[in-house]
């Protein structure tokens, strides 16, 4: 059994529930627990054990009022995993200018809350758990337990680093925001020294956390998993292009761009976004004549759209004020893409960790609108690019990202084994 620590459920839509979803999918359901804090709804596809407090949640235990947190398939209907599915920040607060004070007050509150820590032992020990799993965030209360949990368990800790939280700059840091940012580092210093095994999500993260904290024995790159198509699709002539994913954080522009260039190769073509976008993003997006937008697609009917598409995307904002903070950025949709057997580009800067990445295996990459437009123009027509393209994406996706939930099992059970 293992017994999985973070923010956010095992998930189809979230980003990083969907990375530890598909990272420990090598595990059957009952293999699995997981101790979250997020409002979504328990994933018995992914886990069938867990144990949930959410914000309202904790600060409702202040007031002595009780609330559900452990959820079993057999105890759990539709009714009421959505009747507990818990009341989420009221949206005004989402929208408020970020404020660490607020953040600081936050973490504060989780650790003093008598949200049911009793509750939680019971059911860690009720499981016994062979191995704990955190997916690495910000959170001074949930470093702390987990340190309490593998002190008490003694049981093996694998630490998973998907962004870069821990390795931030203090002296971009002031105040009070420069002591909390401190006391991570110090934090998880004690994390790895309890861990057995260190995964990161892309080769740039495990590089500038050992430059910050050292190498560790036991630590290796963990790609986003996805299943591979058995074969590559070579289109006769490029007639549908997808983007499907994130559209906040700058990418609506880079879209439009990448949108520009290809009418002006040929005029019939569009490109198809799928996702959810905010009011603002979305004007602009259909406002745009080189773009359809089509909202957010489930899994299975996404699956058919990329069996139906001729060209993937990718892209990355080219903002100056939003390239810093997304310099370890890394899509989990970029293994779909490369595993799908069709085009892949990305149009991404070459200083994020993406972009490093695809360039160092070869993918197709644009970094500036003079490498998109001749990779757009080579691809739309060229039929031999298109066949290159596609079968050097697919080769990508053999080679790395197909198979890696089994390696991790491999991983973690070399652990418990003592080999």
Not at 374 to 383: A, G, N, P
Request: glycine fraction near 6%.
């Amino acid at each position: 059994m293992l017994l999985v620590f973070s923010h956010s459920g095992f998930s189809d839509t979230d980003a990083n529930g969907i990375t530890m979803k598909k990272l420990l999918s090598a595990y059957e359901p009952s293999e699995k627990a997981q101790f979250y804090l997020d409002t979504a709804q328990p994933d018995f596809t992914a886990a069938e054990h867990y144990f949930r407090v959410t914000d309202v949640q904790m600060i409702k235990a202040f007031l002595l009022k009780k609330s559900k947190h452990i959820f079993t398939p057999e105890k759990t209907t539709k009714t009421t995993a959505s009747k507990a599915a818990a009341k989420k920040v009221p949206g005004f607060l989402k929208k408020r200018k970020y404020n660490f004070t607020l953040k600081y007050l936050r973490e504060k509150l989780w650790g003093i809350s008598p949200w049911g820590h009793r509750a939680l032992k019971k059911w860690i020990d009720a499981l016994s758990p062979q191995a704990l799993v955190y997916m690495v965030g910000e959170s001074h209360f949930m470093d702390k337990l987990v340190l309490k949990t593998c002190k008490r368990t003694g049981r093996p800790l694998v630490l998973y680093n998907g962004e870069a939280y821990r390795i931030i700059d203090l002296k971009q840091r002031h105040g009070l925001e420069r002591m909390y940012y401190r006391k991570s580092h110090k934090l998880y210093r004690k994390l790895l020294d309890r861990a057995s095994l260190v995964l990161y999500n892309c080769p740039m993260l495990q590089r500038d956390y050992e430059k910050r904290y050292g190498e560790k024995k036991e630590s290796s790159v963990a790609y986003n998993t996805a299943v591979c198509a058995e074969t590559v699709q070579i289109p006769e002539k490029i007639r549908t292009v997808t983007y499907f994913g994130n559209l906040g954080v700058g990418r609506d522009e880079s879209l439009m761009r990448v949108a520009k260039q290809l009418r002006s190769i040929d005029p019939s073509l569009h490109i198809d976004v799928y996702g959810k976008a905010l009011p603002e993003i979305e004007q602009r997006l259909n406002a745009c004549e080189g773009i359809r937008l089509h909202g957010f697609l489930q899994a299975d009917a996404l699956h058919r759209v990329i069996e139906n598409t001729d060209l993937l995307l990718h892209v990355e904002s080219f903002d100056p004020a939003i390239m810093p903070k997304l310099r370890y950025a890394f899509s989990t949709k970029i293994a779909q893409c490369l595993c799908a057997g069709r085009c892949f580009l990305s149009f991404a800067p070459e200083q994020t960790a993406s972009t490093q990445y695809l360039l160092s295996v070869g993918a197709s990459v644009a970094t500036n609108e003079t490498e998109l437009k001749e990779q757009l123009e080579s691809l739309v027509h060229d039929r031999q690019a298109r066949r290159s393209c596609a079968e050097q994406a697919l080769c990508i996706g053999r080679e790395n990202h197909h198979g890696q939930a089994e390696l991790v099992r491999r991983q973690i059970g070399a652990i418990l084994n003592g080999t």
